[in-house]
């Protein structure tokens, strides 16, 4: 898991600039599918046919983007000024190392004259370096992508932290569940979707083309056990959290209730998940064509959207046997 993940975070998926972890995901999946395509939004879809005579169309899905920056202007003295791509935390991302999509490095810095309670885009800059425009436009240029600098640090417990752990710990869940999955009666569609963190496009284009009878996303979501935070049963360490809702959507009620039963029948250790604020790809999914049922297994993380996003690998490797043991029934 820790390898895969670093190939994963090192491929730079800014929304709209997912291209370099899709070739990482397709890879990885290469002969473990009976088909892998893109479609025009750049989701990738990975198809695993059923046994059935009759089988049912079941879509999982992770999002394969991370939130990040977009050059804006470049200044005189060689500053670069940047927009947000997602929801970044611009006290959580301050004095951090930047990286470009092209390799150049900088660091992230506020004006020497802003407050903290004016955070924001207009009150940082990234400095390369250069000490002019002209050099600078050398290196990066209008519209290029950035972001926070990737790192993977294990820690003790067998827990890891790093960015960009959402969602790339959820598509390598899905990766493993998928080479894992040998007998499975249903047609199975993996779909590893493109710009979620501004509103879950890719799910919306990609869920239509499966119109899925039953939909599952992978996920990360926020945890109640850290000193100070919002009262909430979730935990690292707790298990693969079955959501039962977000912000975006309320889960199939029949779906929490079969996802909880085979966690049960198989020992997996398991949770169940109400997040207060936030959402996936699973509210695109359930509304795709007609509707389908649908439900989101998620990854307990700490510090979401910060350089230290935290995990608990026993509760990663719990989701991938729970979707696996649902998906061979």
Avoid at 122 to 134: A, L, M, T, W
Wanted: hydrophobic share 40%.
């Amino acid at each position: 898991m820790i390898e895969l993940l670093k190939k994963l975070f090192d491929a730079q998926s800014v929304s709209g600039g997912e291209s370099p972890v899709m070739d990482v995901i397709e890879a990885e999946l290469c002969g473990f599918c009976d088909e892998i395509k893109r479609d025009a939004l750049g989701n990738l879809i990975a198809y695993k046919r059923g046994k059935s005579q009759n089988p049912r169309r079941i879509m999982l899905a992770a999002h394969a983007d991370e939130i990040g920056f977009l050059v804006t202007y470049i200044e005189d003295k060689g500053f670069v000024r940047v927009t947000p791509i997602g929801g970044i935390h611009w006290f959580a991302s301050c004095y951090s190392p930047v990286k470009f999509e092209n390799g150049v490095m900088g660091v992230l810095v506020p004006d020497a004259d802003a407050k903290i309670n004016e955070y924001g885009a207009e009150k940082f800059y990234v400095d390369i370096g250069c000490s002019d425009r002209e050099s600078a436009e050398k290196l990066v240029k209008i519209g290029m992508r950035a972001a926070v600098a990737p790192q993977l640090i294990e820690l003790a417990g067998g827990r890891i932290a790093g960015r960009p752990l959402d969602d790339k710990i959820g598509c390598a869940v899905l990766i493993e569940a998928m080479k894992r999955l040998k007998e499975h009666s249903d047609d199975i569609y993996c779909a590893f979707t493109v710009q979620e963190e501004v509103g879950c496009r890719g799910a919306r284009t990609a869920s239509y083309a499966v119109m899925p009878d039953i939909s599952i996303a992978c996920d990360v979501t926020g945890v109640g056990d850290t000193p100070g935070s919002k009262h909430m049963a979730v935990k690292l360490g707790g298990g693969a959290a079955i959501k039962i809702k977000d912000s975006s959507v309320i889960c199939s009620p029949e779906i929490v209730a079969e996802l909880t039963k085979v966690a049960e029948e198989n020992g997996i250790k398991y949770q169940h998940e109400i997040l207060t604020g936030g959402g996936t790809d699973t509210s695109q999914m359930q509304l795709a064509g007609e509707g389908s049922v649908a439900g989101c297994i998620s990854v307990p993380s700490r510090y979401i959207h910060t350089a230290v996003e935290m995990c608990d690998l026993a509760d990663v490797e719990a989701c991938v046997q729970l979707f696996v043991s649902y998906l061979s029934r």
